[in-house]
């Protein structure tokens, strides 16, 4: 019998990337492919889901030459993707109308203010467990809905149809259907997370037809065939790709967490059949779904800017040449010096939810070098990490004992290890830094039944390496307390026009 | 301040020469823009192309830069960077093969561990990022000397770890010669007693070694029953190798 594989597809806030797993969810090969970020306005972020769509229908012939593979062996594609970000295009022609709005984008922030006091909002927030932000796609479609001339009676005779991107994807690569899944549809704030359905109250609310809304479905369960990009092979799976990570890591059972370190990073904690309401700033979200099952639900800390900070060290500042030697350059020195770094650049995520807040760089004196301001981006990340787990601890009653991690950052030694020092708990990094391709893979896995159960899942979850935390108590308080001085300092920076 | 070199000056000379022209030039032009001798001209622009700083077209036998000039810069290759860009294959080598993996590059007559991954068995290990390894005990080290990473020189004085460490400088050459034909190296025993390990070359941009991937574990696991490093464990060390190669050497063009 020839050997089969899962492809993996991640559609990222930077790039898509295809990866082929085999059955001990090892990584075979990988293809990725970069598209290009519009940023027309301070605070507007876009993407081109054209171009997203022309990059994956690349990739896919790509990676499967890569790995010396045919469609035959293909046994299933998952699909994991950039969660909130918004994109609605013309359901005959599938040619999308603008560009995609990306979840970091704050656009919506004056239109949320007004919502958020408008009655019923707390209803949609109930129902929803999300708090009113910029940062989900519901307001998102509003905007666009408001924005562009006639759209919004295009949108109610379903001439036009929104999605998020995995929506938009396996429209395309379905040749039309229609279909989001639980997870994604969880971040829209039009879902009603206990009935895993569209709620009329919130549609009501947003003002958004229903015409145009997809059909929410299982995230693990077969939701067709594929025409192109991957003729003839089944789609297993979609998640929002911090649900993917979470699934990758095999967060199975209530009390598991895990933080993915890319862009933005994001702390997903197993809270089992039952959705948990936050006092804590956190949100309420679908962990995943496997069709005939009851949903899991999540806790989740969004961090909006942690990779990114080292981006625009790299790429705007031009301190350092490539994203790795920020640790390079953390290591010409000791310590922060007395600066501290707080990136946001596109308000504070959890726990503050603060959209007004702007980035700033305190305690600069003339001692200050760029080795102070590297080592203040790597500690930005940590510090904002333990800000969630204080919150999650706080709304859970549990005390996380190990955080498993994943993502890009994790190469990052300096950090891990810093991390690890602020939290006080050891953080492990398991065998495959690509949980969240990995979790796409396991989810459509599970679905064909290239893999038997979650159990079998959990059988290759091995530890790679693992930083133990190694920092002064007295000290890390002190920190701490910088830390949350410097946060209160971004406070009010953006005023109501 | 002591004396200049004036074949030094007069090389530099020709390459500001060449970056400054409109593509290729011919040895009389070069010589006359300069007012050189074209025996001087033309035996320092053989001495550039030797070193690859300068490029000779076939059959105009015209000269241009040479590739070697322009990445000149770019031949340093972060270790931080080397971390970051094998992790994706340097995880693959640790479950494959069930084995520890390190990556090495040289640091001052060491090996200086950039990228540890533990063995797959979920049993209590230490990472070892940032720790120093002899050159001439560890596959790894041997790697980084027979293809001189770094810039590396043979070390004079050879610390004995157990008897199987090589213990005179006399012995490396051979040894080093072997580990070039081969595409890999092997360390049984040499630097801790029921201990193998086996390493190969990772490339960077035009074929330049900048550093070593490996896997260690004990030496009835690594070895056959003659101390032989098993041939399926040196076909996945040396295909990680090769990937981990093949990124970087994609990045840098």
């Given at each position: 019998?020839?050997?089969r594989y899962?492809?993996?597809?991640?559609?990222?806030?930077?790039?898509t990337?295809?990866?082929?797993?085999?059955?001990?969810?090892?990584?075979?090969?990988?293809?990725?492919?970069?598209?290009?970020?519009?940023?027309?306005?301070?605070g507007?972020?876009?993407?081109?889901?054209?171009?997203?769509?022309?990059?994956?229908?690349?990739?896919?012939?790509r990676?499967?030459?890569?790995a010396?593979?045919?469609l035959d062996?293909?046994?299933?594609?998952?699909?994991?993707?950039?969660?909130?970000?918004?994109?609605?295009?013309?359901?005959?022609t599938?040619?999308?109308?603008?560009?995609?709005?990306?979840?970091?984008?704050?656009?919506?922030?004056?239109?949320?203010?007004?919502?958020?006091?408008?009655?019923?909002?707390?209803?949609?927030?109930?129902?929803?467990?999300l708090?009113l932000?910029?940062?989900?796609?519901?307001?998102?479609?509003?905007?666009m809905?408001?924005?562009?001339?006639?759209?919004?009676?295009?949108?109610?005779?379903g001439?036009?149809?929104?999605?998020?991107?995995?929506?938009?994807?396996?429209?395309?690569?379905?040749?039309?259907?229609?279909?989001?899944?639980?997870?994604?549809a969880?971040?829209?704030?039009?879902?009603?997370?206990r009935?895993?359905?569209?709620s009329?109250?919130?549609?009501?609310?947003?003002?958004?037809?229903?015409?145009?809304?997809?059909?929410?479905?299982?995230?693990?369960?077969?939701?067709?065939?594929?025409?192109?990009?991957?003729?003839?092979?089944?789609?297993?799976?979609?998640?929002g790709d911090q649900q993917?990570?979470?699934?990758?890591q095999?967060?199975?059972?209530?009390?598991?967490?895990?933080?993915?370190?890319?862009?933005?990073?994001?702390?997903l904690?197993?809270?089992?059949?039952?959705?948990?309401?936050?006092?804590?700033?956190?949100?309420?979200?679908?962990a995943y779904?496997?069709?005939?099952e009851?949903?899991?639900?999540?806790?989740?800390?969004?961090?909006?800017?942690?990779?990114?900070?080292?981006?625009?060290?790299?790429d705007?500042?031009?301190?350092?040449?490539?994203?790795?030697?920020?640790?390079?350059?953390a290591?010409?020195?000791?310590d922060?010096g007395?600066?501290?770094?707080?990136?946001?650049f596109?308000?504070?995520y959890?726990?503050?939810?603060?959209?007004?807040?702007?980035?700033?760089?305190?305690?600069?004196?003339s001692y200050?070098?760029?080795?102070?301001?590297?080592?203040?981006?790597?500690?930005?990340?940590?510090?904002?990490?333990?800000e969630?787990?204080?919150?999650?601890n706080?709304?859970?009653?549990?005390?996380?004992?190990?955080?498993?991690?994943?993502g890009?950052?994790?190469?990052?030694?300096l950090?891990?290890?810093t991390?690890?020092?602020?939290?006080?708990?050891p953080?492990?990094?398991?065998?495959?830094?690509?949980?969240?391709?990995l979790?796409?893979?396991?989810?459509?896995?599970?679905?064909?039944g290239?893999?038997?159960?979650?159990?079998?899942?959990?059988?290759?979850?091995?530890?790679a390496?693992q930083?133990?935390?190694?920092m002064?108590?007295?000290?890390?308080?002190?920190?701490?307390?910088?830390?949350r001085r410097?946060?209160?300092r971004?406070?009010?920076?953006?005023?109501?026009? | 301040?002591?004396?200049?070199?004036?074949?030094?000056?007069?090389?530099?000379?020709?390459?500001?020469?060449?970056?400054?022209?409109?593509?290729?030039?011919?040895l009389a032009?070069?010589?006359r823009?300069?007012?050189?001798?074209?025996?001087?001209?033309?035996?320092?622009?053989?001495?550039?192309?030797?070193v690859?700083?300068?490029?000779?077209?076939?059959?105009?036998?015209?000269?241009?830069?040479?590739?070697?000039?322009?990445?000149l810069?770019?031949?340093y290759?972060d270790?931080?960077?080397?971390?970051?860009?094998?992790?994706?294959?340097?995880d693959p080598?640790?479950a494959?093969?069930?084995?520890?993996v390190?990556?090495?590059?040289?640091?001052?007559?060491?090996?200086?561990?950039?990228?540890?991954?533990?063995?797959?068995d979920?049993?209590?290990?230490?990472?070892?990022?940032?720790?120093?390894?002899?050159?001439?005990?560890?596959a790894?080290?041997?790697?980084l000397?027979?293809?001189?990473?770094?810039?590396?020189?043979l070390?004079?004085h050879?610390?004995?770890?157990?008897?199987?460490?090589?213990a005179?400088?006399?012995?490396?050459?051979?040894?080093?010669?072997?580990v070039?034909?081969a595409?890999w190296?092997e360390?049984?025993?040499?630097l801790?007693?029921?201990?193998?390990a086996?390493?190969?070359?990772?490339?960077?941009?035009?074929?330049?070694?900048?550093?070593?991937i490996?896997?260690?574990g004990?030496?009835?696991?690594?070895?056959?029953?003659?101390?032989?490093?098993?041939?399926?464990?040196?076909?996945?060390?040396?295909?990680?190798?090769?990937?981990?190669?093949r990124?970087?050497?994609?990045a840098r063009l």
């Amino acid at each position: 019998m020839t050997e089969r594989y899962v492809v993996a597809i991640d559609q990222g806030t930077t790039s898509t990337r295809c990866i082929v797993f085999d059955r001990r969810g090892q990584l075979v090969s990988l293809a990725q492919q970069e598209h290009k970020q519009h940023f027309p306005k301070p605070g507007w972020v876009e993407h081109d889901a054209m171009e997203i769509w022309r990059n994956l229908r690349r990739l896919a012939p790509r990676v499967l030459s890569r790995a010396g593979i045919g469609l035959d062996q293909v046994a299933a594609v998952g699909i994991a993707n950039q969660r909130e970000t918004t994109v609605i295009w013309d359901a005959k022609t599938g040619v999308p109308i603008g560009r995609a709005i990306v979840w970091q984008d704050t656009r919506t922030d004056e239109m949320v203010h007004a919502l958020s006091e408008r009655p019923g909002a707390a209803e949609v927030e109930e129902i929803c467990g999300l708090p009113l932000a910029t940062y989900f796609s519901g307001p998102r479609l509003r905007w666009m809905l408001d924005h562009t001339p006639g759209l919004a009676e295009r949108a109610e005779r379903g001439e036009v149809l929104f999605g998020t991107m995995e929506t938009w994807l396996i429209w395309n690569l379905t040749g039309g259907l229609h279909v989001t899944d639980v997870t994604n549809a969880s971040r829209t704030m039009l879902l009603d997370v206990r009935t895993l359905d569209w709620s009329p109250a919130a549609l009501a609310f947003f003002g958004i037809p229903r015409a145009m809304l997809p059909e929410v479905q299982p995230s693990i369960g077969v939701f067709g065939h594929a025409e192109s990009g991957f003729p003839g092979v089944r789609i297993g799976a979609a998640l929002g790709d911090q649900q993917a990570a979470l699934f990758g890591q095999t967060c199975f059972t209530p009390g598991e967490a895990k933080c993915t370190y890319g862009t933005g990073s994001f702390l997903l904690l197993n809270t089992g059949p039952e959705p948990v309401r936050s006092s804590h700033g956190l949100l309420s979200t679908i962990a995943y779904q496997i069709a005939g099952e009851p949903a899991a639900y999540a806790l989740e800390g969004s961090i909006a800017i942690t990779g990114s900070l080292v981006q625009w060290f790299r790429d705007q500042l031009e301190v350092i040449a490539s994203a790795p030697e920020i640790e390079t350059l953390a290591r010409t020195v000791a310590d922060n010096g007395g600066c501290y770094i707080v990136p946001a650049f596109s308000g504070l995520y959890a726990p503050h939810w603060r959209s007004e807040a702007r980035g700033v760089i305190v305690g600069l004196t003339s001692y200050i070098t760029k080795g102070h301001l590297a080592r203040a981006v790597l500690e930005a990340t940590a510090w904002q990490t333990r800000e969630v787990v204080d919150a999650m601890n706080a709304d859970s009653g549990l005390t996380l004992k190990t955080l498993k991690v994943d993502g890009g950052m994790t190469a990052d030694n300096l950090l891990m290890q810093t991390i690890a020092d602020v939290l006080d708990v050891p953080v492990v990094r398991p065998l495959a830094a690509e949980t969240v391709s990995l979790g796409a893979a396991y989810a459509a896995g599970l679905a064909v039944g290239y893999w038997p159960d979650l159990e079998d899942l959990s059988r290759n979850w091995h530890r790679a390496g693992q930083w133990i935390p190694a920092m002064d108590p007295e000290l890390r308080e002190a920190e701490y307390g910088n830390w949350r001085r410097a946060v209160t300092r971004t406070f009010d920076w953006i005023q109501p026009a | 301040m002591t004396g200049t070199v004036q074949s030094i000056e007069r090389a530099a000379a020709i390459l500001r020469v060449l970056a400054g022209g409109p593509g290729r030039l011919g040895l009389a032009e070069i010589a006359r823009s300069l007012d050189l001798a074209k025996g001087t001209t033309h035996g320092i622009l053989r001495t550039l192309q030797h070193v690859g700083f300068v490029e000779q077209e076939r059959t105009s036998g015209q000269y241009q830069l040479g590739a070697a000039l322009l990445h000149l810069g770019s031949s340093y290759l972060d270790i931080n960077e080397l971390r970051s860009r094998s992790i994706n294959w340097a995880d693959p080598l640790a479950a494959r093969s069930g084995e520890a993996v390190r990556i090495g590059t040289v640091l001052e007559g060491s090996v200086l561990v950039v990228h540890h991954v533990f063995r797959p068995d979920d049993t209590f290990q230490t990472l070892d990022i940032g720790t120093l390894l002899p050159l001439h005990a560890t596959a790894l080290g041997k790697v980084l000397l027979a293809y001189r990473a770094g810039g590396v020189g043979l070390p004079e004085h050879l610390e004995s770890f157990t008897r199987r460490t090589v213990a005179t400088p006399a012995e490396l050459p051979a040894m080093l010669d072997k580990v070039r034909e081969a595409g890999w190296a092997e360390e049984v025993e040499e630097l801790t007693p029921g201990e193998a390990a086996i390493a190969a070359p990772i490339r960077g941009y035009g074929g330049l070694v900048v550093g070593a991937i490996g896997i260690s574990g004990l030496v009835e696991r690594v070895c056959d029953s003659h101390y032989q490093p098993r041939a399926k464990l040196i076909g996945y060390v040396r295909e990680a190798a090769r990937a981990v190669s093949r990124d970087l050497g994609a990045a840098r063009l």
